[in-house]
């Protein structure tokens, strides 16, 4: 997708969309809060803020579907931001996922080692740092935020298979419990769905027709 000259109405859908990253930015925060302190109350605060992203990108569809009815409309501009709402909607639901698996963990009483809190709080804090550059993307549509945030995801896919095969390790030697894997293993797999969906609609962002 050229970004070239866009209307005043469409300049504000590409801003309400990043608003809609800060709002992800906001919930992985207090996700986080919620992991290190075993807080659910800060949990019921993310879903509350999770929702009210969820009605914008419900509204956004709905504008962007009315403007794809008119005859001059730019289709494949809109077809283009139509895609990109979905994508930053798939992270949220990632991060809804996040929540959930974070929630079991805590009232059941799920344990880590402080190796895995570490590396979950790792995880945790560079997709904050992700969510928050992908909104100034959407804003300023400048391409070296995007590649900065594709490059950030090879190096996190990475980190992540690193971490899954000393979580495995450490089942083996007995270092954690095997009932408390699938909690560690789900919050691990949802926060990378949140920067795979991100990346994803950076990517189409700077898609060339």
């Known amino acids: 997708m050229v970004i070239i000259h866009i209307s005043a109405d469409l300049k504000s859908v590409f801003e309400r969309i990043g608003g809609m990253c800060f709002k992800a930015e906001t919930i992985l925060n207090l996700c986080m809060d919620g992991f290190m302190k075993n807080k659910v109350n800060l949990l019921d605060e993310a879903n509350k803020v999770s929702q009210t992203a969820r009605d914008e990108g419900n509204e956004l569809r709905n504008l962007l579907s009315k403007k794809a009815a008119e005859s ?17 909607e798939m992270a949220i639901t990632g991060l809804d ?3 959930q698996h974070v929630r079991t963990k805590i009232t059941e009483g799920i344990l880590f080692s402080d190796k895995a809190v ?22 300023t549509k400048n391409e070296v ?20 095969e000393e979580h ?4 083996i030697k007995g270092l ?19 920067i795979w ?6 990517m189409r962002l700077f898609e060339t027709k």
């Open 168 to 171: 495995e390790e450490r089942l």
């Open 118 to 139: 570490g590396e979950i709080r790792h995880l945790f804090k560079e997709t904050l740092d992700i969510l928050k550059t992908a909104g100034d993307t959407l804003v």
């Open 72 to 88: 001059d409309a730019n289709k494949e501009l809109l077809k283009s931001l139509l895609s990109i709402v979905s994508s930053i």
């Open 197 to 202: 969906h991100t990346k994803q609609a950076l």
């Open 176 to 194: 954690c419990e095997a009932k408390h894997s699938p909690a560690y293993l789900n919050i691990m797999d949802s926060i990378m769905t949140v």
């Open 97 to 99: 996922s996040t929540l």
């Open 145 to 164: 935020l995007m590649k900065y945030v594709v490059d950030k995801y090879k190096n996190l896919s990475e980190i992540a298979d690193v971490y899954a």
